[in-house]
């Protein structure tokens, strides 16, 4: 189930999801989950699409970099150009 995903990565042309009981190939590609997954989830980067609902803080640099910790306490970076749209997401 959607819910349980904490993100999807994507590498060396390989989409996985991770969950809290590990990690699982999808065979679909980054841009298609982020089209069929709805509002819940959102891009951070090129390389990962991440569930909202599993976000359990955000921490903000001085340089204004955005880093995301899930509730497994993994660390994802936001990137550059997705800060606007993550902190827009989050607050709605």
Known sequence: ML????????DDGN?????AAGEFLTDYTLSDLD????ARFI???RAELV???HVAR???AASGTLTLR???ARLVSVSRRRIADVKAALEG
């Open 3 to 10: 819910r349980e995903i904490l993100l999807f990565t994507a």
């Open 15 to 19: 989409v996985r999801a991770l969950t």
């Open 35 to 38: 089209t069929r997954t709805g």
């Open 43 to 45: 891009r951070t980067s």
């Open 51 to 53: 569930n909202m609902d």
């Open 58 to 60: 955000v921490e903000t």
């Open 70 to 72: 899930l509730s497994n």
